[in-house]
């Protein structure tokens, strides 16, 4: 499905992962707020008492990058809200400009509907923003809980008393530099291919499958699997990428 106003960087089934790009985009999104025992957005509900609506809608007038992932429905299944606090520092040297060090993005605050935590729509979601974002992206969890997954699964360190990257205002703060971030996305697909590219695996194990059985091959599921692979080969390891290739002459042999 697509929604007008948002660009959508990356699909993954039936779960599209894009940037908010005006107010309007959130008119075609379904957020379902939690209440009265029905799952749902509840963080900023609950602790601030406010709406969804208004909070997308201060982000993305304000000028915030806004990333959301939402189904074939439309409905809402997380989102990842940025703020710009530095920009990119560049320097100019016998009339070559050179870029000295990334811009830094505050990441403010991300949440999955609860019906779909514990699946990888969190993770993915911050890989592609962070990888759009091309800068540094520093956060203070609110728990410990938060902390330990953004040290474990999302590769944020501590800033350290010597880093010139931020200013002392985020010293506090956990950090995900620029090179990390920008190959998060990429180490996600190497380590869950399936949460990533879950066409392109299923397509591959079903005509291996196939394949090993001795049956024949439709031409169309070979140029369907080929479609796959086309858009998902800069997200593959060497291995896998080996793998697939090697499989794939066999296939057109």
């Keep these: 499905m697509c929604v007008k106003g948002i660009s959508v960087l990356h699909r993954a089934g039936t779960v599209s ?6 107010e309007e985009a959130l008119e075609g999104l379904r957020i379902e707020v939690g209440q009265s025992g029905a799952p749902g957005f509840n963080y900023f509900h609950n602790n601030f008492g406010m709406p969804y609506d ?8 304000s000028g915030h990058p806004l990333f959301v992932s939402f189904d074939t429905c439309g409905r809402m299944l997380g989102f990842a809200r940025f703020e710009k606090v530095s920009d990119n520092l560049e320097k100019i040297h016998r009339g070559k400009k050179s870029l000295v060090r990334h811009s830094v ?20 979601l911050f ?25 474990q699964r999302l590769m944020f360190d501590t800033i350290c008393d010597t880093d010139c990257t931020v200013s002392l205002r985020y010293r506090d703060h956990l950090i995900l530099p620029y090179p990390k971030a920008r190959l998060l996305l990429r180490q996600l697909a190497g380590n869950y291919p399936r949460m990533v590219m879950p066409e ?34 800069h997200l593959l390891d060497r ?15």
């Design 239 to 253: 291995k896998l990428s080996e793998e697939i290739e090697q499989f794939l002459e066999t296939l057109c042999a």
């Design 54 to 61: 208004f909070l997308m809608r201060s982000s993305v007038s």
């Design 105 to 124: 993005h505050l990441l403010r605050s991300i949440e999955v509907h609860p019906s779909f935590r514990n699946m990888g729509v969190g993770r993915l």
């Design 200 to 233: 392109l695996i299923d397509s591959y194990e079903s005509l291996r499958f196939r394949s090993n059985m001795g049956k024949s091959i439709p031409r169309d599921d070979i140029v369907t699997f080929e479609r796959y692979l086309t858009t998902s080969r």
């Design 17 to 22: 992962y894009g940037l908010l790009e005006s």
């Design 127 to 151: 890989a592609i923003a962070a990888g759009h974002l091309y800068s540094n992206v520093v956060t203070k969890p609110d728990n410990p809980g938060a902390a330990r997954f953004f040290r």
